[in-house]
């Protein structure tokens, strides 16, 4: 169905090392989202992708849509220790522009 | 410059009794969205409001849930009765434009809703 697949689950790593992460789904979206949630807050907007093959970044964070439509990813640069946090992706679903399927999350945690 | 502001942050209910959490959009925001987080899940869509007008309420369980954006005052999401399994997050979202073109949500901090 139109159920988005995160992976992986979670992350430990170093401070300053790269992170990778991606999102990946059997269906074909028009728009990949890439939210971050800090414990106890709101998901937060990083990155709004809306052609197939667009390759945008934010600073430290690089997000990709995936030529087939159906996957995406984000990378982080020399992580920090405020990049901890649980990164979604998300996709309007059902026809509509506005209701967002979201996966399951990448819970980052970053050692100093 | 406020946010999407969602109260109480925390909402504690025993069994039976009725929960009501509340939305105020970002300013010049018309369109509100609810969506529930169980532990550990994505967030799930249930509702999009516009003023005086639910749009869609098809993530929206068909009992003792309901939702409003009424002209004056922020949305509400009512749930009566409330029962073990309402634990969850509920967060709403706002956005300057609804249905067609690029639709960008702004997320709230959420009211984690927990049934005793």
């Known amino acids: 169905g139109q159920q988005l697949n995160q992976s992986p689950q979670s992350m430990f790593i170093q401070e300053g090392e790269d992170v990778s992460m991606n999102c990946t789904s059997s269906?074909?979206?028009?728009?990949w989202l890439w939210y971050k949630q800090e414990p106890g807050e709101g998901p937060v907007l990083l990155i709004a992708?809306?052609?197939?093959?667009e390759l945008t970044s934010n600073g430290r964070l690089t997000a990709q849509f995936g030529i087939t439509r159906k996957d995406s990813f984000l990378n982080i640069s020399a992580s920090i220790p405020s990049d901890v946090g649980i990164y979604f992706c998300?996709?309007?679903?059902?026809?509509?522009?506005?209701?967002?399927?979201f996966g399951k999350g990448t819970l980052l945690t970053v050692n100093p | 410059n406020a946010g999407v502001m969602q109260n109480p942050r925390h909402l504690v209910r025993r069994r039976g009794q009725e929960a009501r959490l509340r939305c105020s959009p970002m300013?010049?925001?018309?369109?509100v969205y609810w969506y529930r987080q169980l532990p550990e899940e994505g967030l799930k869509f249930m509702v999009y409001?516009?003023?005086?007008?639910?749009?869609?309420e098809s993530g929206m369980p068909k009992e003792r849930f309901s939702a409003e954006f009424p002209k004056e005052g922020p949305s509400i999401l009512r749930i009566q009765q409330v029962v073990r399994g309402d634990s969850a997050a509920y967060f709403c979202?706002?956005?300057?434009?609804?249905?067609?073109?690029?639709?960008?949500?702004?997320f709230g901090a959420g009211t984690r809703l927990s049934v005793l």
């Open positions: 992708l809306y052609k197939a093959g």
């Open positions: 269906s074909i979206f028009n728009t």
């Open positions: 409001l516009q003023k005086e007008n639910i749009i869609d």
């Open positions: 979202a706002s956005s300057p434009r609804g249905v067609g073109g690029k639709n960008i949500q702004y």
């Open positions: 300013k010049g925001h018309s369109h």
């Open positions: 998300a996709s309007p679903r059902g026809g509509s522009n506005y209701k967002l399927t």
